[in-house]
C-alpha cells in the first residue's frame, strides 16, 4: 500500500503561481506512474498530468504550457507547477499513485484562484 500527502494548495490571485507537493510512504518501490486531478465543484473529475517512472509526462491538452509535473524520486515526492492561474482551475486537486494493484488517492488540497 502506498499513502500519498499533499501540500500546497491555498488561495491565489488570477494570474498567479502555486506548486503543489504530493509526499509517497509505503510500497514506495511499487510506484509506476504518478499523477494529479482535479475536480471542480459540480463537475467530474479528470487528469491533469501524469509522469512515468522514466519522467514521460502526460498533459491535459487544456493546461499544456502552464501546468508542469515533476518527480523527485529520492525525496518519493511529485510536485505540480501551476502558472498562470485562472479562476477555472479553481478545484480540489488529488496526487495518485499507480500501483499494480492499483490507484491510490490522496486527501486531496483545496486550489481557489480568485479574480
Known amino acids: 500500500q502506498v499513502q500519498l500527502v499533499e501540500s500546497g494548495g491555498g488561495l491565489v490571485q488570477a494570474g498567479g503561481s502555486l506548486r503543489l507537493s504530493c509526499a509517497a510512504s509505503?510500497?514506495?518501490?511499487?510506484?509506476?506512474?504518478m499523477g494529479w486531478y482535479r475536480q471542480a465543484p459540480g463537475k467530474q473529475r479528470e487528469l491533469v498530468a501524469a509522469i512515468t517512472s522514466g519522467e514521460t509526462t502526460t498533459y491535459a491538452e487544456s493546461l499544456k504550457g502552464r501546468f508542469t509535473i515533476s518527480r523527485d524520486n529520492a525525496k518519493n515526492t511529485v510536485y505540480l507547477q501551476m502558472n498562470s492561474l485562472k479562476p477555472e482551475d479553481t478545484a480540489v486537486y488529488y496526487c495518485?499513485?499507480?500501483?499494480?494493484?492499483?490507484?491510490?488517492w490522496g486527501q486531496g488540497t483545496q486550489v481557489t484562484v480568485s479574480s
Open positions: 509505503g510500497s514506495i518501490f511499487s510506484i509506476k506512474n
Open positions: 495518485t499513485a499507480l500501483l499494480g494493484e492499483g490507484l491510490y
